[in-house]
């Protein structure tokens, strides 16, 4: 892998570092500004999800970059994601435009089972990942079916309902950024991206997202590595909204889970 891009098992090199958009509060207008920022800077992969409501959004302000040769369509990564209701028939479509398929907060047993009847693998696995939730499980299962881990929130998410500042907080994290003479977020970034991971990080704030960028140029050594290791887990998206006694399938967390967490 090279730090800046990760290779996928579908065959196509995919941006470690990808600009991720769930839009709420912000409106069409302010996360449109923020991708003509972000592209700008370098940023190539862009996450969405019809469930943020930032689609429409995404879509246009990457036509326009194409369209005012900011960028070529080549050189753009977009991850989609539906919801796990919006059952129809994709395939003709998904044919036509879909470069590689994946996952998003499926554990070591869901993904055994997918694996059991697939015809085609996945080529990522999207989950919470960060210096205080670090899946060592998972990542190892996905290692050994070449199946990459994409991680969302790698700072905790404090920008949204239930993240926290928990990580960029943590004592050793800030104490490794002193060291380097960066900052906290740097260095949670530069830990997933040393995983071989990719990062998913969300700002549409301009001194952010430079912020951000600059993660791939940290330089991490393994006593920080070994420090890191150190850090109690925590799971912060624990899904309880997706957990009851009657419409789920899910009757608690560790179901939800299937105990990996």
């Known amino acids: 892998m090279m730090n800046n891009e990760v290779r996928l098992n579908c065959g196509i090199n995919m941006p470690a570092l990808g600009l991720g958009t769930y839009s709420y509060p912000h409106d069409r207008q302010t996360t449109e500004l923020a991708i003509d920022m972000a592209l700008k800077m370098g940023y190539r992969h862009f996450d969405t ?6 689609e429409p959004a995404v879509g246009h302000a990457l036509t326009e970059a ?3 040769q900011t960028v070529d369509r080549e050189g753009i990564f977009v991850t989609s994601k539906l919801w796990g209701s919006d059952h129809h028939d994709p395939v003709s479509a998904l044919r036509q435009t879909l470069k590689c398929i994946g996952v998003s907060n499926f554990s070591s047993k869901k993904i055994q089972s997918l694996l059991d009847f697939a015809s085609v693998p996945p080529a990522v696995n999207q989950v919470e990942m960060h210096p ?8 190892d299962f996905c290692a050994d079916y070449n199946i990459h881990v ?5 700072l905790g998410g404090p920008g949204n309902a239930w993240g926290t500042t928990a990580v960029v907080e943590n004592p050793i994290i800030q ?6 003479k960066t900052t906290p977020a740097q260095v949670a ?3 997933g991206l040393s995983k071989g991971s990719s990062m998913i990080v969300k700002s549409f704030n301009q001194k952010r997202l430079k912020e951000n960028m600059e993660a791939l140029n940290v330089k991490l050594d393994d006593q920080d590595l070994t420090d890191i290791e150190k850090l109690e887990e925590w799971k912060i998206m624990r ?11 899910y009757k608690t967390i560790e179901d939800l889970w299937d105990g990996e967490i």
Not at 239 to 249: A, C, H, I, Q, R
């Open 189 to 191: 970034l530069q830990w």
């Open 132 to 139: 205080m939730w670090r899946q060592r499980t998972l990542r």
């Open 239 to 249: 899904g309880e909204f997706l957990v009851n006694d009657s419409t789920s399938p």
């Open 175 to 180: 104490s490794i950024s002193r060291k380097h």
């Open 49 to 54: 999800a019809k469930i943020y409501g930032s």
């Open 66 to 68: 194409i369209i005012d």
């Open 150 to 154: 994409s991680a969302y929130s790698p």
